[in-house]
């Protein structure tokens, strides 16, 4: 058992409706919820155990995403990260070594007519307005407004501004995926 990593992750979000809120509140009080960009909608824990290995009842505050995973079971099992991937390992922090870990840029997180931007504290909620076509964005210090109450974005225009040149460049334009949705034309019947 000694050579046994047990990790134990949550599923991103809260329930989808309130109704469900009763049994599915894993965001607890974050605002948002699963399909939404906000904490409530992203943000879950991640629980590990390495007998020898994981210091037992240590934590870290180390900010990485699901798609952190398949480069750190790489780095376990000594294989090569495939190429061109966003995750970066994150084995150093497992192991206590937080000296040796390597951090994101950002992060970026997408759904239907929303995009979130993680840059360290701070955060960026980008909606967009199916009504109007334009977006609203929202910037909050996670570090000490966690419930995303506090919005910065008049505040702080050099976020602002830095937000949305990465909202515009990381992303990658899909048919499949558009971030915004186009109104769907009427068929019309002719006899």
């Known amino acids: 058992m000694d ?38 909608g992203i943000k879950s824990p991640l629980i590990a155990f ?6 037992p009842g240590s934590s870290s505050n180390h ?19 495939p190429e061109n991937i966003d995750g970066i390992s994150y084995l150093p922090t497992l ?11 950002y992060l970026y997180w997408e759904r239907s007519q929303s995009q979130a931007i993680r840059k360290g504290d701070m955060k960026a909620d980008i909606v967009y307005d199916k009504a109007t076509q334009k977006q609203n964005i929202e910037i909050y210090n996670l570090a000490k407004d966690p419930f995303e109450k506090n ?19 990381a992303r990658v334009e899909s048919e499949i995926f558009p971030l915004v949705k186009k109104a769907k034309k009427a068929k019309v019947k002719t006899h």
């Not at 390495?50 to 210091?55: F, Q």
């Open 151 to 169: 919005n910065l974005a008049e505040t702080m225009p050099e976020f602002k501004a830095e937000f949305l040149k990465i909202a515009q460049t």
């Open 95 to 105: 192991l206590g070594k937080t000296d040796k870990q390597k951090q994101h840029d």
């Open 50 to 55: 390495w007998k020898g290995k994981i210091i």
């Open 3 to 40: 050579d046994t990593l047990i990790i134990f992750a949550s599923d991103n979000g809260s329930a989808l409706t309130k109704e469900q809120d009763s049994y599915l509140r894993t965001g607890g009080d974050l605002r948002g919820r699963k399909s939404e960009v906000y904490e409530g």
């Open 63 to 81: 900010i990485s995403a699901f798609w952190d995973f398949l480069p750190t079971c790489a780095e376990i099992v000594k294989v090569k990260t």
